[in-house]
């Protein structure tokens, strides 16, 4: 069975629809750098067809596409 891909996403406010981590690099294995809530706006914009880019204060970090 053929998985349906997604289309990626596009840059822009988005809400979390689950709590999700915030991740150091875009990996299930990465660093959790901390657990975001469900209904958070965050910025983001694609990075690959599971993960996207958030920005931080301190820098980038990845939240799984999933979550939106």
């Given at each position: 069975k053929y998985e349906k891909l997604k289309p990626r996403m596009k840059a822009g406010m988005k809400r979390l629809k689950k709590d999700c981590n915030m991740r150091?690099?875009?990996?299930?294995?990465?660093?959790?750098?901390?657990?975001?809530?469900?209904?958070?706006?965050?910025?983001?914009?694609?990075?690959?067809?599971?993960?996207?880019?958030?920005?931080r204060k301190s820098g980038e970090a990845y939240v799984s596409g999933s979550c939106f």
């Open positions: 150091s690099i875009a990996s299930a294995s990465g660093d959790k750098i901390k657990v975001l809530r469900k209904g958070k706006k965050l910025w983001v914009e694609p990075h690959s067809s599971k993960w996207v880019k958030v920005f």
